[in-house]
């Protein structure tokens, strides 16, 4: 009882700091006590005679990634990045529609262990969220961070060393699950022994990103830059905290195991999608974004009220109640980084409405980026009890994690596939209409998906909630929805084929521009 | 790649984005202060539901000790009023009986001859037998309540009974009560007057004891019960060893036999719905089905139930004893017997049921998912009862003391009434 008091305690004071902290940090921008960009700021700051022929004195916010070397440089990194993470989607994918047609045929794979549905959709959201999310955004990260930089990336070896010891790892962990050896812990598992090779992997993806910061030629870190190094130092805290075998117990586990789970989502894939996005809305826009003060505010109040998002999963359960309620709260105040990131974001796109005409990537990404701010309000209202009642429970809260983890994460990324493949090849994308016929079914396909759950989600929660029907009601009503799933599923799997079509057709194709970079929106 | 003109707004590849000094906007302001006043007052009344939780916790243990401080010397006030809630549906409310069914307790030679002693002893284990109390013939089907209430309470009860109705001088305190538990605490009910004449010296004359006789067929049954066959789950896995059912599963201990068979026939037509019994009524034939509800007719168990609804227990015993005439629903107890106990062939004990299993039956006949009642008497209660009034009436029959085991021969003379399926083999 006196543990349980301390802990609450000490949590409902970490909701306190957090709270001060904004405050005070809201207050230093007002005041301006905090040093805001300017021109010079921005501006790169070269050693004496290495690439200030590139620079650009009347332009101060220019740079030319691909003449100094830098774009050249990252590039073979990025594209073995891309190519896993596009592989693991179709994987994922497969098995995930697999588990979706499962729901609605029950005897359709039923022979065979590996093909039941307790597996595939387990191996589905492994594939999905470490193979293809995590890598398509280091995929990013490894493009992005040298360019706001200014610098080279650092240790490109161990970075593929990193990459060929993660899928190696992901591999081996999606085995064992498919042949019924796992941690039982959802988002966990992988067995602990092959998470050590995952951990080998994700340290060296860690040391060359530290490296190429610390070597930046810039003093101000660009807004993608806080997002991109606090997930890659998150990540592998989370991961090995939550991964240790024999630490935690009962209740205990059930507690990480959701304090894991979304912290996954809130901060690793979404500082990847949110950073992404960050740098891509404005760059090929060319307009700047909104405001430097919502920036910060975004992103430090995500960095404070995140960490305690996850235990509202276990509302109803034998936790005590402050801990629920404490998560309750952080998740509520998660409106306050998503209207900041929103503002930043959407009043660039709302402003230059022309560009979602012009460029393909922007389409998806800015989509993405619109996605992310009705997941996280659907989030944060899904955490109050009243909602949680109904929600939890049902498929409403996995038509959630796919706004989240898909409409979100996963079309900004593509986005971002199909921006920077051009530019780190020299070649054109050979099917160009095929990425229009990628966005439509991705979004057509999403939106059949995304409403069937929810809807169905409702009706499920409600039956089950009724204590005047059998159990069994609240599953026969949702066989229609669960059919719209499937449909949906099979478009979305459709657009990534032709995702994968064209990244296979462009490694066949021949250069057709060496470091011709005009023109290249056009491209897309 | 395409034909159509760049559009002239587009940067130049070169561009590199950045973030202009603007102010955060006043909305973002007010909607973070608002989010944190909200967030503060719903800590802060969280943290008070704690603590007056913490506080009840604290509280009760208290009145537990101060209980158990008086419990030394009975209080009879106490008693009656524990007398008048589970006494007084049969024994009336003076205990005056009821010719013919329920012995006396006032002025009664068995209860004058064995004391405050022999009434802990028998309320502890329930009679189950023909019994003469002041020379006339009762079918005794007393429930046992060692079970459903305390020591203390039966010490009050018996020592109620003993001085307060009888003029007898000694009571019998907690602690006494509490020795007679550990020795015959999980005995069986006593075996009619032949068996209450062990306890009580000097009791006048008794009918014989009808020993059970155990059929020719209880091997076959314990296997079916114990171990089941290979289309027949074991009985006892879901319902107890003693059949006492557990949560959503049903007691079955002491139920009418003719009930149990109509209900694994129903079972079987799917004329009742459950898929687990479903699989297993199909896997029986009409002879075990018989032989089943005899066994767990003649089964006698303690109860296994306890209030876990957070029920109003007031408005449950109100529904029992005198049911709501303002929504249209009857007393339970017209029905299923005083205290619940049940009336054979027909209305199935619902004393110390399992409170899960009874308030999903009713919410099972609210929404017509179970329809197997004789005359459809119970869809129109079930439709009746609201959710808080279904988690009442059920945690107040939890409380209740378990329905005695149904006699041997009036068991017999029920056979001819198991209603049987046609065209299954006999």
């Known amino acids: ?524 | 790649m395409t034909d159509k003109k760049p559009d002239p707004r587009r940067p130049d590849e070169n561009f590199e984005p950045f973030e202009e000094t603007r102010r955060i906007p006043w909305p973002v302001y007010s909607i973070a202060i608002a989010l944190a006043i909200w967030g503060v007052i719903m800590l802060v009344q969280t943290s008070t539901a704690v603590q007056v939780a913490d506080k009840t916790q604290e509280e009760v243990a208290k009145e537990d000790s101060t209980k158990l401080a008086q419990a030394a010397a009975p209080d009879l006030d106490a008693g009656k009023t524990l007398f008048a809630d589970n006494c007084a549906t049969c024994h009336g409310d003076a205990g005056e009986g009821v010719a013919g069914a329920f012995p006396p307790l006032h002025g009664s030679d068995v209860v004058k001859l064995g004391g405050a002693k022999a009434v802990t002893h028998i309320g502890m284990r329930g009679i189950g037998g023909k019994l003469n109390v002041n020379g006339d013939g009762y079918e005794g089907q007393m429930p046992a309540f060692g079970s459903v209430l305390s020591d203390t309470e039966i010490s009050e009860i018996a020592s109620y009974v003993a001085t307060g109705l009888n003029d007898d001088a000694k009571t019998i305190s907690a602690p006494e009560v509490a020795d007679i538990r550990k020795v015959a605490g999980d005995k069986d009910p006593f075996d009619g007057g032949a068996g209450l004449a062990g306890l009580i010296n000097d009791l006048p004359a008794q009918p014989n004891s009808e020993a059970a006789d155990q059929g020719a067929d209880s091997e076959r049954v314990a296997q079916l019960v114990g171990q089941g066959t290979d289309t027949v789950w074991a009985c006892a896995s879901c319902h107890g060893d003693k059949g006492e059912g557990i949560e959503t599963v049903p007691r079955l201990a002491g139920l009418p036999a003719p009930y149990l068979a109509k209900q694994l026939h129903d079972f079987q037509r799917g004329t009742r719905f459950n898929d687990s019994m479903a699989y297993v009524a199909k896997g029986l034939s009409d002879r075990e089905i018989g032989e089943l509800a005899n066994y767990y007719a003649s089964m006698s168990s303690p109860s296994g139930a306890k209030p876990a609804l957070q029920g109003d227990l007031k408005r449950g015993a109100q529904l029992a004893k005198q049911g709501d005439w303002s929504i249209g629903v009857p007393a339970c107890f017209t029905c299923h017997g005083p205290s619940g106990v049940g009336v054979a062939p027909n209305f199935p004990g619902i004393a110390a049921q399992q409170p899960s299993y009874v308030a999903h039956q009713l919410a099972m006949w609210a929404g017509g998912a179970r329809h197997n009642s004789p005359l459809g008497l119970m869809a129109g209660i079930g439709k009746a009862l609201n959710d808080s009034d279904r988690r009442a009436v059920a945690d107040y029959l939890a409380s209740l003391a378990p329905m005695p085991a149904m006699d041997k021969t009036e068991l017999a003379a029920m056979e001819s009434n198991i209603p049987v399926r046609e065209g299954v083999d006999q």
């Open chain 1, 1 to 524: 009882m006196q543990i349980t008091e301390t802990l609450g305690l000490l949590l409902a004071l970490s909701f306190v700091i957090s709270l001060l902290a904004l405050t005070i940090l809201i207050w230093a921008i007002a005041n301006k006590q905090v040093h805001t960009p300017d021109a010079d700021d921005a501006r790169t700051i070269f050693e004496p005679g290495e690439g200030a022929d590139i620079d650009y004195p009347d332009k101060p916010h220019h740079f030319d990634t691909a003449r100094s070397g830098i774009d050249a440089n990252s590039s073979s990194v990025v594209m073995w990045l891309i190519a896993a993470a596009v592989f693991w989607l179709i994987y994922g994918s497969l098995h995930g529609l697999a588990a979706s047609l499962e729901l609605h045929l029950p005897d359709l794979m039923s022979g065979t262990a590996q093909m039941t549905f307790g597996r595939m959709r387990t191996v589905h959201l492994n594939s999905v969220a470490y193979g293809w999310a995590s890598q398509g955004g280091l995929a990013a990260v490894c493009w992005i961070i040298p360019r706001i930089f200014r610098t080279n990336l650092r240790m490109t070896g161990l970075l593929k060393l990193g990459i060929v010891l993660w899928n190696i790892g992901l591999a081996a962990g999606v085995l064992a699950i498919a042949n019924g050896w796992t941690d039982g812990l959802e988002w966990l598992e992988i067995p602990w022994q092959i998470d050590i090779i995952l951990a080998a992997g994700a340290a060296c993806f860690v040391a060359p990103l530290i490296a190429t910061a610390k070597n930046r030629n810039v003093h101000h870190i660009y807004v993608s830059g806080w997002y991109f190094l606090a997930g890659v130092l998150w990540f592998p805290v989370l991961f090995i905290v939550a991964n240790i075998p024999g630490v935690h117990h009962g209740v205990e586990q059930a507690t990480m195991n959701w304090w894991y789970a979304h912290n996954v989502l809130g901060l690793w894939l979404t500082p990847l999608g949110v950073g992404t996005a960050y740098y891509f809305i404005p760059k090929i826009i060319g307009k700047p974004v909104y405001s430097y003060a919502l920036s910060l505010v975004g992103f430090w109040a995500l960095a404070l009220f995140y960490s305690q998002v996850g235990i509202h999963h276990l509302i109803g359960g034998p936790v005590p109640t402050w801990l629920v309620t404490l998560s309750v709260v952080h998740s509520v105040m998660m409106f306050v980084p998503v209207i900041a990131v929103a503002i930043n974001q959407h009043v660039t796109v709302a402003s230059n409405l022309w560009a979602l005409k012009e460029s393909m990537p922007l389409r998806f990404i800015s989509f993405g980026a619109v996605m992310y701010t009705l997941a996280s309000f659907q989030g944060s209202i899904e955490a109050l009890r009243s909602v949680n009642t109904i929600t939890h429970f049902t498929h409403y809260t996995v038509a959630h994690a796919h706004l989240g983890a898909y409409a979100f994460v996963s079309l900004v990324l593509m986005g971002a596939i199909y921006q920077i493949v051009p530019r780190a090849t020299g070649k054109y994308w050979p099917f160009p209409r095929m990425i229009a016929w990628h966005f439509w079914l991705n979004v057509i396909g999403f939106a059949v998906y995304f409403f069937s759950l929810t809807i169905g989600g409702i009706l499920q929660g409600l039956a089950q909630l009724d204590a005047t029907k059998p159990f069994a009601d609240s599953v026969i009503l949702l066989k229609p929805y669960l059919e719209g799933r499937s449909l949906g599923g099979g478009l979305m799997t459709l657009g990534h084929v032709l995702l994968a079509i064209n990244l296979i057709a462009i490694g066949f194709a021949k250069k057709t521009r060496e470091t011709e970079t005009e023109n290249m929106v056009a491209a897309e």
